[in-house]
């Protein structure tokens, strides 16, 4: 089992539309949580951190339960320019690797 | 900004021969730096973690002998290919640890294709 699992993807949606990601992880020795956005043949660029009680930037709003050990993204109003891979990162304590999940694909149609 | 320069952002190179990759922080002294793979539709894999003076720390299943890396200096981490196969085909990327305290930059990656 993989440590970071994450929704399979593809999600096609329609511009203006919601869609929300979700995001599993098994070491519950995690202590920090991100999102990620990577654009195709690029390096990742960090979209958030997630905090505990849950924080928002815009329309985006990312969600951690440490109980369940899940993470979530949820984006408001998509734009086209939304459409890329998200992943789901964990890291295990301060200046630790980085777990990536495998990512999810959103494309995101006029 | 911290800027992280990886070098070159794509390479296509005959089967055995070996690539080096580059990366560079241009204006900070990185102590730490990792390097991924990707291959395509999956997830970033840590190949290994590199600390300058001292030898890499390699992932479970990822060979050493194969995949050379050097952290000779503060600024430049070096990612070698030997004897290079299609397999090797892939996205190559380094991660660049300022400090603690500070946060994580990523080079721009670098596609190689084997052939």
């Known amino acids: 089992r993989k440590e970071v699992e994450q929704d399979p993807g593809p999600f096609n949606v329609p511009e203006g539309a919601t869609v929300a990601f979700n995001c599993t992880y098994s070491?519950?020795?995690?202590?920090?949580f991100f999102w990620y956005r990577q654009d195709c043949r690029k390096e990742p660029k960090l979209l958030m951190s997630v905090y505990s009680s849950g924080n928002e930037d815009g329309r985006f709003t990312a969600q951690l339960n440490r109980a369940s050990q899940y993470i979530s993204l949820l984006i408001r109003d998509s734009k086209l320019s939304d459409s890329a891979t998200y992943l789901c990162?964990?890291?295990?304590?301060?200046?630790?690797?980085?777990?990536f999940g495998q990512g999810t694909e959103l494309s995101v149609k006029p | 900004g911290a800027v992280v320069s990886q070098h070159p952002s794509w390479v296509i190179c005959k089967s055995g021969t070996s690539v080096k990759i580059e990366c560079r922080s241009l204006?900070?002294?990185?102590?730490?730096m990792f390097w991924y793979r990707q291959f395509p539709k999956q997830s970033l894999m840590l190949m290994a973690t590199s600390n300058e003076g001292s030898k890499a720390t390699y992932e479970q299943g990822v060979e050493k002998d194969k995949f050379l890396i050097n952290h000779a200096s503060l600024t430049l981490s070096t990612l070698t290919v030997t004897s290079a196969h299609p397999e090797d085909s892939s996205f190559y990327i380094c991660r660049v640890l300022q400090g603690e305290g500070y946060g994580y930059t990523f080079g721009s990656g670098t596609r190689l294709t084997v052939v």
């Open positions: 990162v964990v890291r295990h304590n301060q200046g630790g690797k980085l777990i």
């Open positions: 204006d900070f002294q990185a102590t730490t």
């Open positions: 070491n519950s020795a995690s202590q920090s």
